[in-house]
């Protein structure tokens, strides 16, 4: 296998291992209605593979759009996959707040994505996952 490709499987496994934490958590904080230490172990494992993955998609694309470089791999289809997933987690997760206020609308949005605190909303890697 080559060195590309086992980086793009090693980058679309901590994708979904980030996925099954998130929704697990998710599950298991909706059917306790409240924070457990397995649900708080559980968010930082996400939180670790969110970042891992979110480093892994720099070095791709700073792989991928190096200017120096002459010859470019092709983007194959889980390479668009992972970028589009990696836009979407950047969209959602950034901090609009900065631009827009606290404004009443984003409030609500944030609310229902992320519920109060980051406890009982519906998280990034469920919204993403779909």
């Keep these: ?17 980030f996925m099954i934490f ?34 892994s998609m720099g070095i791709l694309c700073v792989y991928l759009f190096n200017p120096v470089k002459e010859v470019r791999p092709s983007i194959n289809f889980e390479t668009k996959i992972l970028l589009f997933s990696f836009g ?18 984003l409030a609500l949005l944030q609310h229902f994505i992320n519920g109060a605190n980051d406890r009982y909303g519906l998280n990034i890697p469920f919204i993403v996952a779909f």
Excluded at 88 to 105: M, P, R, T, Y
């Design 22 to 55: 998130g929704i697990w958590r998710f599950v298991l904080v909706k059917q306790n209605v409240g924070e457990t230490e397995l649900s708080y172990k559980l968010n930082i494992w996400k939180e670790y593979f969110e970042f891992i993955f979110v480093v």
């Design 88 to 105: 979407w987690v950047l969209l959602i997760g950034g901090k609009w707040e900065l631009i827009f206020g606290q404004s009443k609308w």
């Design 1 to 17: 296998m080559h060195s590309y490709d086992l980086f793009i499987t090693s980058i679309s496994l901590c994708k979904i291992l």
